[in-house]
């Protein structure tokens, strides 16, 4: 496994700074009604924050370890929230499910002999990836265009900052170090995600209603 990272970073500033604005911005903007769905993104942001310390001093196993179990939780509160129960066909899925099939094989047969002791860990951070798309793809007939677009493109850039993230930790050549492009990428993901809750309305017979 590559580790060698720089301790002191850029990043190990920005980034939560970047989440901490985010947090206020979605407590003092956000009109949703539903108690749980406010929690679940409160929730996937505190985790976000608290993964991204530790992931600062990667070099050591504990805290990349547990870094990536923040992520993982992270994402499983995204999944609450974008989750919902309208009814949809199967084959609606089936563009997205083969992107996440064909993307899953390519990135894990590139980090699959630096895995180690991440092999599971990483393959279930891989599949909560996975399951947040299909949710968020779902949202079309659910909320407003401009929301679903907005988050829509934030889980986008999120996924590739991911990628490249993963390559640069497990990938057996080096990949990048302390690249803005992936700082940049990271903040403008979880900005334009944020952006599309706060600004969503629920569709009903396609009206547009505020969240609840």
Request: aromatic fraction near 20%; charge should be neutral; proline fraction near 2%.
């Amino acid at each position: 496994m590559k580790l060698n990272y720089n301790e002191f970073s850029y990043r190990v500033f920005t980034k939560p700074i970047m989440l901490i604005l985010l947090f206020f911005f979605y407590i003092f903007n956000n009109n949703e009604k539903s108690k749980n769905r406010k929690f679940y993104v409160i929730c996937a942001l505190f985790f976000l924050l608290v993964g991204e310390m530790f992931v600062a001093y990667k070099e050591h196993l504990t805290f990349l370890s547990f870094s990536l179990l923040c992520f993982t939780l992270s994402k499983l509160f995204y999944i609450f929230r974008f989750s919902n129960q309208n009814d949809f066909k199967m084959t609606r899925l089936l563009p997205v499910l083969s992107f996440c099939f064909v993307y899953i094989v390519v990135l894990f047969n590139l980090i699959y002999e630096n895995l180690g002791n991440f092999m599971i860990p990483v393959l279930l951070f891989l599949f909560l990836t996975m399951i947040i798309i299909q949710f968020v793809f779902l949202r079309k007939s659910e909320v407003d265009y401009q929301s679903y677009l907005l988050v829509g493109f934030g889980i986008l850039f999120s996924v590739i900052a991911e990628t490249l993230a993963i390559l640069d930790i497990f990938y057996s050549k080096k990949f990048l170090e302390e690249s803005v492009i992936l700082l940049v990428l990271y903040s403008v993901s979880h900005y334009l995600v944020i952006l599309g809750l706060v600004t969503e309305k629920i569709q009903v017979n396609s009206e547009p209603i505020q969240a609840d």
